[in-house]
């Protein structure tokens, strides 16, 4: 296995500690809490910082994998699917919390099945669609989102006017990406789902 999958392995793995500390500090479930009881109140920090560290590594493995030509099937196949299963687990973590709508994680879940989807069609036609630049831009907006809502604890930043506006812009952003990069991705590989491939 080369570096770029070791990453991305590394990354899904990283999951398990992110979900652990982000829901376990706001549950304070008993056992979490004789493990980390000196510092229950850093572990949505803790959280952050495991949830930084895995989206570094999905910006470093693509590189490494490009700059060193290796991509791998395996790679092509589990990055975005670490990439959605992290953001995915995040913002369901973050509506639990009751920081993030249910809606609006609701419409940004259903464009990943739509995406996956067409890339499923667009495989079994032996066609590979590269992510778009909307796509990209998507990706980076939703996880600024995510490190400002778990940032959103109500300890030290509790009444920031000016931290919940930014917050709220963009979540505001992200979402709007979101649709926008969905309307790109369908209106550019429409061929997909007709007899012109």
């Not at 030509?69 to 973590?93: E, R």
């Not at 778990?150 to 979402?175: D, H, K, P, Q, Y």
């Amino acid at each position: 296995m080369n570096l770029p999958n070791k990453l991305t392995v590394f990354r899904m793995i990283l999951i398990l500690p992110f979900v652990l500390l982000l829901l376990g500090g706001y549950h304070e479930w008993g056992w979490f809490t004789a493990v980390f009881g000196g510092v229950m109140e850093y572990t949505d920090y803790m959280a952050l910082a495991v949830f930084i560290i895995a989206s570094l590594t999905d910006m470093l493995d693509g590189k490494i994998a490009r700059k060193y030509n290796l991509i791998t099937n395996f790679g092509k196949f589990m990055d975005p699917l670490a990439d959605k299963l992290l953001v995915c687990s995040a913002m369901i973590c973050l509506v639990e919390m009751r920081r993030l709508a249910a809606w609006i994680v609701i419409v940004i879940i259903s464009r990943e099945f739509i995406i996956s989807g067409f890339r499923l069609v667009a495989a079994d036609k032996g066609v590979v669609i590269a992510a778009g630049y909307w796509g990209k831009l998507k990706t980076v907006f939703q996880m600024v989102m995510i490190c400002l809502l778990i940032l959103n604890n109500g300890r030290f930043l509790s009444g920031n006017t000016l931290f919940e506006i930014l917050t709220g812009v963009v979540t505001g952003i992200a979402l709007v990406l979101t649709v926008v990069s969905l309307i790109d991705y369908i209106w550019k590989n429409k061929g997909v789902m007709t007899e012109e491939i």
